[in-house]
């Protein structure tokens, strides 16, 4: 027992020593390599959306710190290179959850990137603030945001929240009425998710409040097989207005079969996926005239170069002009933010994201209340490019075109 | 309007007999119920994606080079490797044990190389987008007339071949019975490995045709695979045109809820339907093949493994003391599945009903935390998803049990997909809510232990019954339901209240997990992954016994979670392979493997089991592989044209061999006239 006793005591002090001089050499040593792990959907139901707009960011992000060298540290004088972890959730919230603790309480990694998708990003919002990593969020939205923030401060968002951009495409359709360009007929189509819940119970309201009567409305599951019953029950009540809460598969099927049976009202807004460049590359010049959410500002600076890139990066492939710019500008924030800061502390870093001010794609970047308030709300198809149309107040935003 | 309800009705109806034709020909004849069926669907879209993105061939003719190409491979598939891992397996039960591990197998294979080779994204093309012809007044898509057409002319073809042709004939003749069929000059091998390729054939024509309008991914197919199943089931398996009328009864339903304004309720319509024609006829609408309603299995169970591990409690107990969050993580995910996995086998094991209703149940109990917990505290929550899941499965018991075999595999599937499709309207339409955040002061540790108590109740309960008169009620009851019925065991009231308590325990493993998630949806507690998980692990370990779900559970669990981490990009195709290799080596579960080195050490003497225990454990393991092997290499030769007689298959030793699918009888109101 003794013994026993001994050589514990032994060990202690030999750890104690070996923590003193690690704690004593790290002043001037700098870290091989900057760990950010990051958990996403590589196979599974959520793997398109992330193959689209996350991944190809955060993989380009990290090829261009680590060719120029790495994250410049001041704390030690020089470049330190990053060393990522990318595990896949296989689209599971269980696994997602348990690869975040993992990456965080036993790899330790010094930073953390997001998964794609609210949900994902909920579920591992706790997870985040626990550990203490901020959680730069470029595909998540909610209209909850102010008390989510309150819980889990860590929680940082660079998407619109849902309700602006409703009111943006309302605010547009009650221009147009005035004009009287449009009538007070809306056909409304939602796909039965939480997304859809989310912004149909935000825009019903504003809808009735700008006067407009929702004159057919059709809730669909996910995925739908064929919308042609509710397509043509929605043409025949004659509304000007076509909106649509879609996921991507609706989002393809109503754009096609409403071509299809001669369903094209004045304004035609339809949900996830209007902004994919795989959306443009299917429809072609059919889709002129659409909006959907987000956009961009193909002119803004950098913009152009950011999207030539991208292109090269991934052999050919075009960035989504909703998200992707966004989770792009929230790389480029945070690589300013450890700059600024010059070590790896994350709550200096965190607190540098939240008040700091970031030169980015998508133009000078100040969060406020933890939330990017100028991020693009609603977006149109004009002549091959999903221009940025609202808020209309902002820089770069272009005039909305009605037929 | 009626028109137009006739058309669309068509059209919807036509992609569910497009895509189940394929299947009914696998399932219905060659005997495979083949869960990876999507996946050549999937196939085919991107043999679609890629013939006209880069050498711009329309579907049609990608089809000319893609079918043949899906037969000849599915061809090789089936007589290389699934017949001779398949064929051995005499009896339907064990035939469809093993053809849902090996399938599965196929199902991760398949998508893990798709994975690797093109990625997780959603592929287009843009082929006759938006163009329609005008059928009296109303516009017909183009893409979708293609694929009624093809529907009901792949139908009528294969309905002909099957009726009218030489080889058709003799497919019949396997199907209703593959024992007899060789006597009268089939070779059962050739014709089932036709008309598993054909099927093959047929689903990679399918996902040609709707790839021109759905988008393809890696993980598209599952989704196909149960509204295939859903179809011929309905329609009677093996029964063609059976399934084009259920596929068209379904389009029409479907239709008719979109007219009403209602779509979102047709997918819960649609599966009500589904349940209330299994219940009213258990053949199908238009009957069905007789194969598996086969012949009485008679099998011994044998006792559990008395050694009760019971520092390994002690051992749970302290745990969370020294392993850090990760590691109580995945204690928590293993116990999770150990819970699901004992309380599925606790039913199935004596029962031999091969259940999927796992989701159904571990979501109802998730959901039922999530929206009840944060108004009601969490205990009120905990007992009302008690109630409820003892309520609806006291029902389902009641109005299932005598479906037999295959049918209540999918009636169980049906309901996990109607409580989902059930609650996912619910919480949209009714309590109007975008999913339900989950604050409770619960820690990781808290559910760590409630889990641990879950798990030793019921593993408790199983050891308390296999002492009690009502085991070895259960025990006459699977070894002959009849019989059991005259020595005056109440069969139903048995059967319904192992179900019942399988049903609760899997309900609270569910909701002892569900505060681990800040954000519940519907959609995301309702994952038909978990019955699939759950099967599996108790499967490999072994369901007739006690420790077998556990023996599957933690190897299974460690396995995928070291090869995400370790070989994320493989993860999927690695998986794929052990499943397979586990059904073509270890064809007994892994109880089977302990029990047979247990033999052989009792033989060898407790000195020897203490002087090499564990040289003989790995040599025993070796031996049993070996055996195995031999006796698959010895399938895939020439002597086993024909399936071997049931007398000539190794003795079963509990293992997963006992809990098998396959029915006890037939029909059980025959046994109660």
């Known amino acids: 027992m003794l013994r026993l006793l001994k050589a514990i005591g032994a060990a202690a002090a030999m750890a104690g020593a070996a923590v003193l001089a690690a704690g004593g050499a790290s002043a001037q040593e700098a870290p091989k390599s900057i760990k950010i792990g990051y958990v996403i959907s590589l196979s599974g139901f959520q793997a398109p959306g992330a193959g689209l707009t996350t991944l190809p960011n955060y993989r380009l992000w990290i090829d261009e710190v680590n060719k120029a060298g790495g994250l410049m540290l001041k704390k030690y004088g020089k470049r330190i290179p990053i060393e990522a972890i990318e595990l896949d959730d296989h689209s599971k919230s269980e696994d997602l959850m348990r690869l975040t603790e993992k990456l965080m309480a036993v790899d330790k990694v010094d930073l953390m990137l997001t998964p794609w998708s609210t949900g994902s990003n909920l579920a591992v919002a706790p997870a985040y603030a626990k550990h203490g990593y901020p959680q730069i969020m470029g595909t998540a939205g909610s209209n909850r945001i102010e008390e989510l923030v309150k819980r889990f401060p860590t929680m940082l968002w660079f998407l619109a929240k849902p309700e602006d951009q409703t009111q943006a495409l309302v605010d547009m359709m009650s221009g147009l009425k005035k004009e009287g360009k449009i009538n007070d007929k809306v056909a409304l189509f939602i796909v039965q998710a939480p997304f859809g819940q989310e912004y149909s119970s935000s825009m019903k309201p504003q809808l009735k409040a700008a006067g407009f009567k929702v004159a057919y409305e059709a809730i669909y599951p996910s995925p739908p097989k064929d919308l042609t019953t509710q397509i043509k029950a929605a043409k025949a009540v004659g509304p000007d ?163 | 309007m009626l028109l137009d309800f006739l058309i669309g009705g068509l059209v919807i109806g036509g992609i569910y007999a497009l895509i189940a034709v394929g299947l009914n020909l696998q399932y219905g004849v060659a005997r495979v119920l083949n869960l990876a069926y999507g996946e050549f669907l999937m196939l085919g879209g991107y043999a679609a994606f890629f013939g006209f993105t880069y050498v711009g061939l329309p579907p049609l003719a990608t089809a000319l ?57 959603d592929r287009e093309y843009s082929y006759l987008v938006g163009e329609s012809i005008h059928v009296l007044g109303t516009a017909i898509q183009y893409s979708r007339l293609i694929v009624v057409v093809a529907a009901l ?23 209703s019975s593959p024992h007899t069929a060789p006597l009268v000059g089939i070779d059962v091998r050739q014709y089932s490995a036709l008309a598993f390729a054909t099927g093959a054939g047929l689903a990679a024509m399918a996902g040609i045709l709707l790839s021109s309008f759905q988008g393809v991914n890696p993980t598209m197919g599952t989704a196909y695979t149960l509204n295939a199943l859903i179809v011929i089931v ?58 598996w309603s086969g012949a009485a299995i008679r099998r011994r169970t044998r006792p559990s493994m008395e050694a009760v591990a019971v520092a390994g409690l002690g051992g749970l107990v302290l745990l969370p003391l020294v392993a850090n969050v990760y590691w109580l993580l995945q204690a928590i995910n293993i116990l999770t599945y150990v819970a699901l996995a004992t309380a599925w086998a606790f039913f199935s094991g004596p029962t031999r009903y091969v259940s999927l209703a796992a989701s159904a149940f571990y979501g109802l109990g998730a959901y039922c935390v999530a929206v009840l917990a944060t108004d009601y505290t969490y205990p009120v929550a905990l007992l009302a998803a008690v109630a409820f899941s003892a309520v609806l499965s006291a029902v389902v018991g009641l109005a299932t049990l005598r479906l037999s075999g295959m049918y209540f595999v999918i009636f169980t599937f049906g309901l996990a997909s109607l409580i989902s499709a059930a609650a996912t309207w619910w919480e949209f339409n009714i309590a109007q809510s975008s999913g339900w955040y989950v604050y409770l002061p619960i820690t990781e540790t808290h559910i760590y232990y409630q889990l641990v108590a879950l798990c030793a109740a019921i593993v408790g309960l199983w050891l308390w019954r296999d002492r009690s008169r009502m085991g070895y009620a259960l025990k006459a009851l699977g070894a002959d339901e009849t019989v059991a019925r005259q020595i005056g065991i109440n069969a139903v009231a048995l059967k319904i209240g192992t179900f019942v308590v399988s049903s609760v325990v899997m309900t609270l493993a569910g909701a002892i997990l569900a505060p681990r998630s800040s954000y519940v949806t519907a959609e995301s507690v309702f994952s038909p992954e978990v019955s699939f998980l759950t099967v599996i692990a108790a499967l490999l370990g072994g369901a007739t016994s006690v420790w077998g779900p556990m023996l599957g559970t933690v190897p299974l669990l460690l396995v995928k979670d070291y090869l995400s981490i370790a070989y994320a990009n493989y993860f999927s195709v690695i998986l794929g392979l052990i499943l397979l290799g586990v059904v073509f080596f270890i064809p007994r579960g892994i109880v089977g493997v302990v029990q047979s080195t247990r033999a052989r050490l009792r033989a060898g003497g407790v000195a020897g089991l203490l002087r090499s225990g564990r040289a003989a454990v790995g040599a025993a393991t070796l031996a049993d592989m070996l055996e195995g092997m031999a006796r698959r290499l010895r399938a895939v030769g020439l002597n086993a044209a024909a399936l071997p007689p049931p007398s000539s298959r190794p003795p079963p030793v509990g293992g997963k061999a006992g809990s098998g699918g396959g029915p006890t009888e037939g029909p059980q109101r025959k046994a109660l006239s």
């Open chain 1, 241 to 403: 207005t076509l909106i649509a809460l879609s996921y991507p598969p609706d989002t393809f099927m109503l754009t096609e079969q409403s071509i299809a049976n001669g369903f094209q009202p004045k304004v035609r807004f339809l949900g996830v996926g209007t902004a994919f460049p795989t959306y443009k590359a299917k429809f072609g010049d059919k889709i002129n005239g659409i909006f959907g959410l987000g956009g961009w500002d193909p002119n803004g600076p950098g913009m152009q170069d950011y999207f030539k890139r991208h292109k090269a990066f991934t052999k050919g492939k075009e960035p989504d002009r909703w998200a992707s710019a966004a989770t792009y500008a929230g790389l480029q924030a945070l690589q300013q933010a450890i700059e600024r800061v010059g070590e790896i502390d994350r709550a200096k870093i965190l607190e540098e994201l939240k008040t700091g001010t970031f030169k980015t794609v998508a133009g000078d970047l100040k969060l406020e209340g933890n939330r990017d308030k100028q991020a693009w709300h609603i977006g149109q198809w004009q002549d091959g490019e999903f221009y940025a149309v609202a808020p209309a107040d902002r820089a770069g935003a272009k005039k909305p075109i009605i037929q």
């Open chain 2, 153 to 175: 002319l792949l139908s009528a073809c294969v309905f002909a071949f099957l009726r009218y042709s030489r080889p058709g004939r003799a497919m019949r003749a396997i199907a």
């Open chain 2, 234 to 291: 309905m329609g009677g398996i093996g029964n063609v045109a059976g399934g084009l009328a259920a596929a068209l009864i379904l389009g029409f339903t479907q239709t008719l809820a979109d007219q009403l304004g209602q779509s979102a309720l047709g997918t819960v319509v649609v599966f009500a339907v589904f349940a209330v024609v299994l219940l009213w006829r258990p053949q199908g609408l238009f009957g069905a093949g007789p194969w």
């Open chain 2, 65 to 121: 080079a893609g079918v043949p190409a899906a037969f000849g491979l599915s061809w090789l598939l089936f007589r290389f490797v699934l017949h001779p891992l398949l064929g051995s397996a005499g009896d339907p039960g064990k035939r469809e044990v093993d053809s849902i591990l090996s399938t599965f197998g196929l199902l991760f294979l398949l998508q893990g190389v798709a994975l690797v080779a093109w990625t997780g994204n």
